[in-house]
């Protein structure tokens, strides 16, 4: 629904009570923000004079979710972000929350727990899971009203994960099956839009509640998902392929080049010398053919990559032959 989304919000913190296991004297900012937090409470300490490594600068990140009112609580994360080994142990010290406008939305302050642990010290340590991340459940408070005013709405409007004008076209009329009345239209592929109802039926909360229990037929999208970089394919079982004949074959031309001595005879006044001797080897192997006719399925081009012997990287390629030449019945996505 158009309007209603969350919101990240982001601080900077400081976590005290390690055990030693905190930022170094290289982190300079950790240490300004301890003698800023000092001369707040009345203590006047020179940051060149602070020696502690129980305490780490951090980053406090949460998301705000939509209609938060002031008193709820939310999960925060909290980030090292300086050279700190550990934040086990350690405790948020009350961090501001603010969004992109800088207004302040909630307030985080709690013990974190990290669901990891090391031991050991030296050359011998073992160290479970990521201990520089932890989190505060229910941490943070929310101070500001973020709330969207349903009853303010005129119109409301579904947004489409996916664009689809036959997916919002049979949305607008399903919603209207169910109305009763002609109170839904599709804008675009991507919107639709609903005329809000009067206070006395229920108002918007009761017609979205209405909304979400209705059940559409859902229009599958063929795509074939590809990323060169790891060699990844993920294609849809109900994809299909045109009518082609796909050639492969592997050409490998390897150049080695390797050093003789030449070792000249005792007396002869020779010097020795290194002399290079390049080889270059040719192997193309023989194309092999797979048809395919007209209707073949994912499953059937599989199948027959695979007997071929083609590896994951030459699937990229042929996938990508194959849209080329028109045969490829659905949109291909190169990551």
Known sequence: MEGIRDNPIMGYGVVVGLNRTGDSQQTVFSIQTLANLLQRMGLQIPAASVRVNNIAAVFVTATLPPFARPGMKIDVTVSSIGDAKSLAGGILLMTPLKS??????????????????????????????????????????????????????????????????????????????????????????????????????????????????????????????????????????????????ILQGNLAIEIATKYDVSQPLPQSKGETVVVPEAEVQATEKTAQLIQLKQGATVEDLVRGLQNMGATARDIVSILQAIKAAHALEADLEVL
């Open 100 to 245: 992109s406008n800088g207004s302040v939305y909630a307030v985080a302050q709690g013990p974190l727990t990290l669901g990891g642990y090391s031991a050991g010290g030296g050359g011998n340590s073992k160290v479970v899971n990521h201990l520089t991340v932890g989190r505060i459940p229910d941490g943070a408070n929310v101070e500001q009203d973020s709330s969207v005013v349903l009853t303010s709405m005129n119109t409301l409007s579904l947004l489409l994960r996916d664009p689809d004008f036959g997916m919002a076209t049979d949305i607008a009329g399903i919603i209207n099956k169910e109305i009763g009345k002609d109170v839904a239209h599709a804008v675009d592929s991507r919107r639709v839009e609903i005329s809000a109802p009067n206070a006395n039926s229920g108002g918007v909360p009761s017609l979205m509640a209405r909304i979400d229990a209705l059940e559409i037929q859902i229009h599958a999208i063929a795509k074939v998902v590809v990323n060169e970089r790891t060699g990844t394919i993920v294609m849809g079982g109900a994809m299909k392929i045109g009518p082609c004949s």
